[in-house]
Structure formats: C-alpha cells, structure tokens
C-alpha cells in the first residue's frame, strides 16, 4: 500500500510539473477559444506558458476586417492597462540604479502638485492606487468630456490633476484604482531619467528581448501590423481614440513579446533584469497595508490558487493575463473584439488547464437559518452595503416590494418567515434577520456570488417643503462645473451638469443619483443650511460643489 501511494504522488508529480500540454487538454483550449469567434470578425490571440516553455499558442479572426488580415503572431494589441506592469517594472529599474526611493513623495519630482495636502503621496501610492488621487478620466467625464473623443495626452492630465486642491481619500488609508497613478508615474520616470518615457521604456524592451513592443505616444504614429479595434454597432465598426495618454496603458505588443516576458518571470535567470528586481516586481509591497495590488499586478485567489492577475480594456481592445507563480503556468488573452470577455475567457482556459471540477454553486444558496417575521411593516425601509449601494423595501396589499435606482421594481415571493425570493428569479433570495434591533439587515443570496449584506438605515422624517429646499446653482472649481438642481415631482429631479439635463432621484434624504452612478450628498452647516454638495462617481470621490448665492 506503502508503494501504491509513492508511485500516486509520482504520477501526480509528472503531471503537475510536465512542460507539455496533453492533446485532449489542447483540444479543449482550441474548442473554448473558438466559441467567441464567428466568420470574418475582430479575433483572439492566446498563449500559454509553463515551466518556462510556451505549451499553447492559438490565433483566431482578423485584424483588419476592411483587409481581411488574419490575426497572427506579428499582429500587435493595445493592453490597455496590462500596460501598467511595465511602467513599475520603469519605476523598479531607476530604484535598483539609485535615482529613486519607494518612500519619496511625488513632489519631491511633481511640486506643482497638491500643495494644499499635508499628507505624503509616496511613491508607493501611486504604485499601490493608495494615494487618494482622483482618476483623471472621471474628472474629464465630470466636465462633460468623453476622454476618447479628445487630442489628449500626459501633459495634459498633468496639467487636471494640477488643478486639483483635494484627494479622494487620506494616502495609505483606502484602496481605489485610478489611472492618474501610473500617469503619473511616467512623468517621475522622466524627471529621475533625464529622458522621455517612450524613450526609458523602449531600452527595457529591448533589454527583454520584446522587440515589437512600445508605447503610443502619438495616436497618428504608424503601428506596424496593427490590430485594429471594433465594435458591434449592427455590423462591426472601428473604434475611434485619438487621445496619446500612455504608462497607464497604450502599450502595443504582441502575443509573442507577452509571453517571453512570462517565460522571463518564470526562469528568472538574471540574464536580463536581475533575479531580484524581477522577484520584487511579482510581490506586494511592505510599506502599504493593502496587498491586493503591487507593481501593476492585482492579487487573489482562483479556486483556491494564488494568482496575480490583470485586465485591460480601452475601447474595443480587451487583455488579461493571469499568473499562477506556485505551478509555474501563465496565460495570455488579448483581443480587438470587443465582445471577447477575456478574463471570464481566462477563468475557462484555468479550469481546463488545471482540471477543475466547477461547481457553479460556489456560495450558499440560502441562510442556514431565517427568524420569525411578524408584520412585514418591520422590514420596509432602506438598506445600504458598505459600497453606499441602496436597497428600498417598501410594502403594498399584504406584499414585500424590492426597489433599487434605476432598476425595475420587483415583487418579493415569501418562502418561510423572514426568507423571500425574487418573483423574477427564484433563485436569487433575500434573507431579512436582526429584525427590530440596531443591526436589522437583510442579506442577498445566489448560489454563483458571494453573499452580499445590507444594513438597514435609521428611518428618516422628511419636512414639507424639503425637496425644493435643494434646488440651488452649485460649482466646482477643480473642474470648472456647474451643476443646477431642479425639483420636478416627489422624489425626480432635474439635474443640470455644464449646461446638460439629467434626470436625478432623491434616493434618501440629503441623497441624490444621477444618470447610474453619479452619488451626490448634500452638505450642511451645523444649523442645518445647505453649503454644498459632495459628489463621488466611481473613481473620483470627495468632489465638493458650493452653493451659488444669488
């Protein structure tokens, strides 16, 4: 028995640490892969790479619909922000040749920035997206500019995020992604150098071999052997981007150049970059308490794998890379098809490759326990999760109604006490516990997502005459906006941004949305009188709106 078990963990040894694929398993990648493309269409390049070797390699559709150029092993992709990676692998490269240190404050090289914030901006921050800076696409987008549409580049987001007198959060005390880091960064990496970011990212490139791979920095530049971007608008249209923003993405490559970068990382031999920058550049970082996100990487678990990982998306291009360091396997998507969900792509290649047996019902599909509901007037209210998202429960002929902003009004079907499901989904269930207590919340259940908690609110009492009283003319200098509010009817409201109608909701009380994911708070004094508004919208927060008086 002794010698059955060996000869088991032999095998399963050989199979673990085998540098080839087996046919059945290559099979059932080209299968996958294949399922996202049909006839000429915008296409997928896929690699894969184990032990050091490139086990797996598949081009399928065209980079050039007008052409009909086939995608192949020259085609190059734009990474978008898988491009992120490289410029901290800039970053690491001036550390190791001691011209910067992680703990500098960015205005040590950027003075013209944040002169009003006490705080540090190290460059571990703006590494880390800890830094509290607003993304400058949001704050675009808050002008009422569609980034993409714009002859924009680094000098110009520069010169935003110059104007900007406040950060989104205190440094080293939140996690939110902002693309304003890694531009940022490349702008240090040209003050530390004494050369262009192009120019410094260009000579690692060619030190890792990966010829064919760059930065755009001139949106009108010949790209050789371009895939082009599209979109399906009935019928396959090219996507349009005229801006030159780059570090934060705008990386071109090929599939090829990518996965020598993954064979670099797995044999990380010192013959290119030194063993110990190329390990550093795969870690988190010590001073920064979060460690989900190091140099360009974002970490996690997959079916209980460590992974490093990352997407890109910019327009129509879409890229993902997932790095699974303990088995020495990495794979590879990127793609000019805008309807190629790459990391979910990724997430099946991972099955296949590692032989997981999925089990969709990854999560509880129920509480196991539900407490006694008396009167259904115990449970309307509203709910909030720690993501500011809000649930109204409201009650109407003996019956639980389930309401969220912009989202159709759904009936709750009562299974047994404070258990419910949707009338629209009988498997989505809506558990309500801690009834009548301060804690009083109801938790979402689905078999294929995590269990998401809301806690009830304290009830709130709104006077005659309240939702006038926030009609006003508010301004935001950083970003030279204006918005108008307009009362209309109950809880509706006109909300004018620079000059554009919007419809608004009053969500609760001193709690408006606009448009799907403009939040904006009412400011008051300490008498109760109206001095502003605080507007957050995804990865800009703490935008603050004065009061206009006439």
């Not at 032990?51 to 990474?79: D, M, P, W």
């Not at 109407?396 to 902003?405: P, T």
């Not at 806690?455 to 005659?464: D, G, H, Q, R, T």
Request: aromatic share 12%; glycine share 6%.
């Amino acid at each position: 028995m002794k010698q059955t078990l060996i000869f088991t963990l032999f095998l399963l040894a050989i199979k673990t640490y085998s540098q080839e694929l087996e046919k059945w398993i290559i099979q059932k990648l080209d299968t996958q892969i294949e399922k996202y493309i049909d006839g000429i269409s915008p296409g997928i390049a896929v690699g894969i790479v184990k032990e050091g070797n490139v086990v797996f390699k598949k081009y399928i559709g065209y980079s050039n619909l007008e052409h009909e150029i086939k995608i192949n092993e020259n085609t190059r992709f734009n990474i978008a922000s898988n491009a992120k990676q490289y410029t901290a692998l800039c970053i690491l490269r001036l550390i190791e040749q001691g011209k910067l240190a992680l703990d500098d404050d960015i205005r040590k090289y950027l003075p013209e920035l944040y002169r009003e914030i006490k705080h540090e901006i190290t460059i571990s921050n703006l590494l880390t997206h800890t830094s509290g800076i607003r993304d400058v696409y949001g704050l675009w987008a808050l002008k009422g500019k569609d980034w993409y549409e714009l002859f924009i580049d680094n000098d110009d987001a520069i010169e935003l995020l110059a104007s900007q007198t406040d950060l989104n959060f205190q440094p080293s005390k939140e996690y939110l992604y902002s693309n304003s880091n890694y531009i940022l960064l490349t702008e240090i990496i040209k003050k530390v150098s004494g050369t262009k970011f192009k120019n410094f990212s260009n000579s690692l490139f060619a030190e890792l071999g990966m010829e064919n791979t760059s930065f755009l920095t001139n949106y009108m530049a010949i790209i050789p052997n371009k895939a082009r971007p599209y979109g399906n608008w009935n019928g396959w249209r090219e996507y349009p981007v005229v801006t030159e923003l780059n570090g934060d993405g705008a990386l071109y490559t090929t599939l090829k150049d990518q996965m020598k970068w993954e064979q670099i990382i797995q044999q990380n031999n010192g013959k290119t970059l030194s063993a110990s920058t190329i390990k550093e550049s795969q870690s988190t970082l010590e001073d920064i308490d979060f460690n989900n996100y190091g140099y360009g990487l974002m970490f996690g678990k997959y079916e209980g794998l460590n992974y490093t990982y990352h997407d890109g998306s910019t327009g129509a291009y879409k890229a993902t890379f997932f790095r699974f360091n303990q088995q020495n396997v990495s794979i590879v998507i990127m793609s000019n098809n805008e309807n190629v969900p790459t990391n979910y792509l990724a997430q099946q290649l991972t099955d296949i490759v590692f032989e997981l047996d999925i089990n969709n019902e990854k999560y509880p599909s129920s509480p196991k326990k539900t407490e006694r509901l008396k009167d259904l007037k115990n449970v309307v209210g509203n709910y909030q999760n720690e993501n500011g998202t809000i649930i109204k429960i409201s009650e109407k002929d003996g019956s639980l109604f389930r309401k969220i902003y912009q989202r159709k009004q759904v009936k709750m079907i009562n299974e047994k006490q404070g258990l419910f499901s949707y009338e629209t989904n009988d498997k989505l269930k809506m558990n309500f516990s801690n009834i009548g207590t301060k804690r009083q919340k109801l938790t979402l259940y689905l078999a294929t997502q995590k269990p998401s908690v809301y806690y009830k609110l304290p009830a709130e009492k709104i006077e005659n005459g309240y939702n006038r009283s926030i009609n006003g003319t508010y301004f935001n200098e950083e970003t030279d906006t204006e918005i108008v509010i307009e009362h209309v009817k109950d809880d509706n409201y006109n909300i004018i941004k620079n000059g554009r109608k919007r419809d608004g909701k009053l969500i609760t009380k001193d709690y408006l949305r606009m448009m799907s994911s403009y939040k904006i708070r009412v400011i008051r004094d300490e008498t109760g009188n109206i001095r502003g508004l605080n507007l957050e919208n995804g990865r800009i927060k703490n935008v603050i709106f004065k009061k206009q008086t006439i």
